[in-house]
């Protein structure tokens, strides 16, 4: 069920659409890895890393290129919302986004998100979890086919749901893990 708000852009309520796998995904994440870098180096950001789905070769995912970027405060977060925001960047603020291990920012072209920008402290356990998953699965074709399958089922089952989607992977994001 989609709990939209009629004031939001479209952007925020767009239906989750697998895509096939596209090899330029990894060259178009460390593009938006290299402007990032460059729109944040006033901020000490020290590493910017593509992850999530489009980072896994062969993986089909929602055509959104998840980065992360680790910084050591969020007290000039004022000042890096409006320098991402010229470069149509919009701050979702953790009482929407509801995760507070990040400051989460969404790049938008033509209405649809194109990336996605996990901002993180230097000392939050979920980065090393998030490269953890994506070296695994990299190295994994079984996984990925695995996964793949997974994410088409429950794409369809909660095309409207972003959050529902993200919970129902839960379980196989753990078991990997474990390994």
């Known amino acids: 069920m989609n709990n939209a708000n009629p004031e939001w852009p479209i952007w925020a309520t767009e239906a989750i659409e697998i895509k096939p796998a596209d090899p330029l995904w990894i060259a178009k994440g460390a593009e938006e890895a ?51 925001a010229a470069h149509d960047w919009h701050y979702v603020p953790p009482e929407l986004d509801g995760v507070p291990s990040r400051r989460f920012f969404v790049k938008v072209k033509s209405d649809k998100r194109h990336c996605h920008l996990h901002l993180m402290l230097h000392n939050e356990s979920k980065w090393d979890r998030q490269l953890r998953f994506r070296d695994i699965l990299r190295e994994r074709p079984d996984l990925v086919d695995e996964y793949a399958e997974l994410k088409t089922k429950l794409a369809d089952e909660h095309k409207d749901d972003r959050e529902a989607y993200t919970r129902a992977k839960t379980d196989f994001v753990q078991r990997v893990l474990a390994q």
Do not use: N
């Not at 460059?38 to 789905?53: F, T």
């Open 34 to 84: 290299a402007q990032l870098k460059k729109l944040l180096s006033d901020y000490q950001v020290s590493e910017i890393e593509h992850m999530g789905s489009t980072s896994i070769p062969g993986l089909p995912a929602k055509p959104i290129l998840d980065l992360m970027a680790r910084i050591p405060s969020y007290h000039e977060l004022g000042d890096i919302i409006a320098a991402l």
